[in-house]
């Protein structure tokens, strides 16, 4: 629900914390394609231990214990 809020609301910031654990691989990919397309002002940041979904990313900062 709050990846839709956001899509209305075109944001400049758009943070997902692990938004996509309950969904498949293939999704995922989609829906943060999706954003990017449709919302390309957008700065996204995610949050995430899915590995396929950080190369999705522009950018990827790692942080380690």
Do not use: M, Q
Request: proline share 3%; glycine share 2%; hydrophobic share 40%.
């Amino acid at each position: 629900i709050s990846i839709a809020r956001a899509l209305v609301d075109d944001p400049d910031v758009i943070f997902l914390d692990e938004a996509f654990t309950s969904i498949s691989e293939k999704h995922t990919i989609s829906v943060i394609e999706w954003i990017k397309c449709h919302l390309p002002k957008s700065t996204i940041i995610g949050i995430t231990h899915n590995e396929s979904e950080k190369r999705k990313y522009d950018e990827v900062v790692n942080l380690n214990d």
